[in-house]
C-alpha cells in the first residue's frame, strides 16, 4: 500500500563486486558500516537493484573509501529518521559513482522526520535498525533472531 504512494520502508546496501557495504545501528562505539554477501543483509529482503553507474575504483580503493567513511559513520549514530542504511547508501553511493539513490528510496524517513513529535520517544535510537548482523546487536535480540549476520567492516 504504501509503494503505491512512493512511500516504503526500505533497506539500502551497496553492492561492489561479490561485496555489498550498509549501515545499521549499535550502542558500541565503532563503525556502523557492514558487509555482507549481496541481497543477503540480515533481517532484510531483496526487492530490487537500481543500477546508478559504474565504479571506477579497485576493490581495494572501495574498502579504503568504506573505511574512511566508517569514522563518520559509527552504530551508535544511527537514526531511523535522519541517518540510516539508506543515507549511506546514498553517500557511498555518490562518492563511487557520482550518482545518489533516487528519492524516493527514503522518503518516508523524510515524511517521519517532519512528523516526529507524533512518533512514540526512541523508536529512532541506533537499536532500532531492523538490518544489523547479530555482531552488533545485543545478545537477547541475536538470541531472538537466531543468528546469522557478518561482522562489522573492519577494512580487512
Known amino acids: 500500500m504504501l509503494a ?78 535522519t541517518r540510516n542504511c539508506n543515507h549511506f547508501a546514498d553517500q557511498l553511493c555518490r562518492r563511487l559513482t557520482g550518482v545518489g539513490s533516487p528519492p524516493w528510496v527514503n522518503r518516508l524517513a523524510g515524511v517521519g522526520a517532519a512528523f516526529k513529535w507524533a512518533l512514540p520517544e526512541g523508536f529512532d535510537t541506533p537499536m532500532a535498525a531492523p538490518v544489523v548482523p547479530d555482531e552488533m546487536r545485543p545478545e537477547r535480540d541475536a538470541a531472538r533472531d537466531g543468528g546469522g549476520g557478518r561482522l562489522p567492516y573492519e577494512g580487512s
Open 4 to 81: 503505491s504512494t512512493g512511500l516504503g520502508l526500505h533497506h539500502s546496501g551497496v553492492q561492489v563486486g561479490s561485496t555489498e557495504y550498509a549501515f545499521g545501528g549499535h550502542n558500541d562505539d565503532g563503525t556502523g558500516i557492514f558487509e555482507v554477501r549481496p541481497r543477503a543483509a540480515p533481517g532484510a529482503e531483496f526487492r530490487e537493484s537500481i543500477p546508478l553507474g559504474e565504479c571506477v575504483y579497485s576493490a581495494a580503493e572501495v574498502r579504503e573509501i568504506v573505511r574512511a567513511m566508517g569514522v563518520a559513520w559509527p552504530g551508535a549514530g544511527y537514526n531511523l529518521l
